[in-house]
Every structure is written in C-alpha cells, then in structure tokens.
C-alpha cells in the first residue's frame, strides 16, 4: 500500500492514564517513567510523542487525574531521551501571553535541535481556569478569535526582527524574541472536534488531533479536515487521531480485559467528567456530551476511541483508518504504556510492515516531493 502515517504516543502526565477504573493500571505520572516509554517508543519505530496540559482532575474512588505534571518541562526534559523522536508539547493561550510563550518555545527548539512541536489547548475544560481566576468573561464565545490573534503574535515574533502592533486582545510596541526556533515555524497543533476549530486549524496549524464516536466517524472527521483545509488552498493540513488500545493476545483476550477494566469502573468520577464537561455549554451541546458518556464503553475511557482487538483486528482498523479516512497519523494511549507498547511492537507492526504502513519524513512536516521521496528511500 505504502500509506505514510506516523505514529505517537499520547503521554501518561496524570495518574491512570486515560481508563476511568479501579481495575486498570494505576500509577503516579513522573518524569521516570515517561522517559522510559518515548526511549521505547523510539526503539520500535514510532515518530511522536505527545502531552497534554492538565490543571484539575475529576475526583472520584480512584481521584482521577488529581495529579498531574507539566507538558512544556516534561518535554524539554525528554528531548535528550529521544533524540529522533518529534515532541508535541501543549499550552493554553488563555493561560500564557504570547511573547512570553514564544521566548519559552524557542528555548525549547533549541534544547531538542529543532524536534520541538506545539499543541494549542483552546479552552479545555473551564474549572480548571476559574480556579484560578483566569477565565476571561464569555471566553467560550471568542477563544478561537482569542487563539488565533495570539498565535499571530507568536508567529510574528519568532520570524521577524521585532513587532508592533495593536490587537483586540495584545499590544505589543517594538517587541523582539532573539533567537527564533530553530526550525523557523515549529508544528503547531490543536485538538479539536468542531468546524469552528478546524477553521483555526486549516489557518494557523499544522495538523488537527481528534477523537470520534467510532471508526465511521473517525474517517469522515478527517476527510472533514481536510476538506476545510483544501477551500482555503491548503492541501498540506495533517489529521492525527487518537486510539485508546485494548489489544490483547486474540480478540477474545482483548475483550476479556475490557470487561475486567469494566467491573472497575468509576462512576462517581465518569460522572463529574461529563458534569465539568458540560457545565456552561449549550443545551444542544450539554445532550451531545451526555450521549458520549451514556455508552458503557466511551463513558470508560476519557480520551480516544476505544478499540479492542487482537493483532489481526488492530492492524485492520490503523488500515482501513489510514486508507479510508485518509489520515496521517495515529495517537496511541495503552492501559500500560510499557506493556502495551512491547505488545504492539512484537504483534501489531509486523503485520503493519508487511502492508506497507510507513513513514517517509519526521512526523507532522509535509509529504516530500516525488524527486524527494525518492532520495529518501
């Protein structure tokens, strides 16, 4: 097939992971042990790794992501663990001016030799702002606008001598950010599930990262994408999503664990995940989140579809997805990271090689030219 498509990992920087339950894994994020999943993550081929920025967790029986660790220090130390692997680190614009942010990721760059990679969180989930007394009034009305003024800043300040300029919501008077990355414009990202932010992305982004209900809806949000993308004459926008693996040694196997993970679930804390989520939003939008958190099997897991599937089944699906929805890349989160990456590496990417699954450039930088392609292979 020789499909491109990159693969990442979606980094445990809260307790548990993403899996609501008493029953999975449980573990305390730290520095450690991240560093041992991108050292392994490298090994096996994969291309990125990925961090969210996380404030506030949800409670409940297994105080789920109470604690949590920073995505922008998380990543710098990492670079020198992985040195091929892209890092996607996150920020929030409401949280961060723009200079300082350009400053900081600009060191960033420097630290990792131009591995360095950006996620713009556009909201996020409002508590974990109000807490702090820094969510703007009516923000849910005008963050894209809001994202989109203050990563024009960034951008202009990472690439020209200094800037002046008069914005609704930044001022700036002869501004300079000395040096600029090294890679001149380091990727930026934003995960996003609406039209409104797929606007922002086929403007000002590199690639959109996003969920879906199932596989179907997966494929048409990433043709969605990159149709946006196309009418404002970009054909270069990438689309990531996001897998939750339960993968097992059969589909059996898979399906056995899953209920395992099942008999653990934590209501009370699934339960305050949709009331924070929903809290604020329209009705339309308030039922579209209860919907999701009706189904006994999304409600278990907070981000990423669910797949549950033995080696065969879970190197169909990355096929079909890849092919079908035209996607570039895939954002894997394992129940346990260091097991579920071995478990892939051993059953999953062999067949994934055999169809020809592959990468040709580093993660979330444009397909090369056909002269190009051809220098690398």
Request: glycine letters at 8%; hydrophobic letters at 40%.
């Amino acid at each position: 097939m020789g499909q491109q498509v990159d693969f990442g990992v979606f980094l445990p920087v809260t307790n548990n992971g993403w899996i609501i339950s008493k029953t999975s894994p449980q573990f305390l994020p730290c520095f450690a042990h991240n560093r041992e999943i991108v050292q392994l993550a490298e090994r096996i081929g994969f291309s990125y790794v990925f961090s969210m920025a996380k404030w506030r967790g949800f409670g409940g029986g297994v105080e789920f992501w109470k604690y949590s660790i920073e995505s922008m220090i998380l990543m710098t130390g990492l670079a020198s663990a992985a040195p091929t692997l892209r890092l996607i680190a996150s920020v929030a614009p409401a949280l961060m001016h723009p200079a300082v942010f350009a400053k900081m990721a600009a060191t960033m760059d420097d630290v990792s030799a131009g591995r360095m990679g950006f996620n713009i969180v556009s909201a996020g989930n409002k508590g974990e702002y109000t807490q702090m007394g820094l969510w703007p009034e009516n923000f849910e009305d005008y963050r894209y606008d809001y994202c989109e003024e203050w990563v024009t800043v960034v951008k202009r300040l990472w690439t020209e001598d200094c800037v002046t300029m008069g914005g609704k919501y930044f001022k700036l008077e002869d501004c300079q950010s000395w040096p600029h990355p090294v890679q001149i414009l380091p990727p930026i990202v934003c995960a996003t599930t609406s039209e409104r932010g797929w606007q922002f992305v086929a403007q000002h982004c590199t690639a959109a990262l996003f969920g879906g209900k199932d596989p179907e809806d997966q494929k048409r949000i990433s043709r969605r994408i990159k149709e946006v993308a196309a009418k404002t004459g970009r054909h270069d926008v990438q689309t990531h999503t996001l897998i939750n693996l339960i993968q097992g040694d059969s589909d059996a196997d898979a399906e056995r664990i899953l209920r395992h993970y099942q008999d653990g679930a934590d209501h009370e804390a699934i339960e305050n995940v949709y009331r924070l989520r929903a809290r604020g939003q329209s009705e339309a939008r308030a039922a579209q989140v209860r919907g999701r958190y009706d189904s006994n099997l999304n409600r278990l897991f907070y981000a990423g579809i669910p797949f549950v599937g033995g080696p065969e089944r879970v190197a169909n699906m990355i096929e079909e997805l890849a092919i079908e929805g035209d996607l570039d890349g895939f954002l894997f989160i394992f129940p346990d990271f260091i097991e579920g990456l071995a478990k892939f590496d051993a059953q999953v990417m062999p067949l994934l090689r055999k169809r020809g699954l592959r990468r040709l450039t580093p993660a979330f930088l444009p397909p090369p030219t056909h002269a190009a392609a051809g220098a690398l292979m």
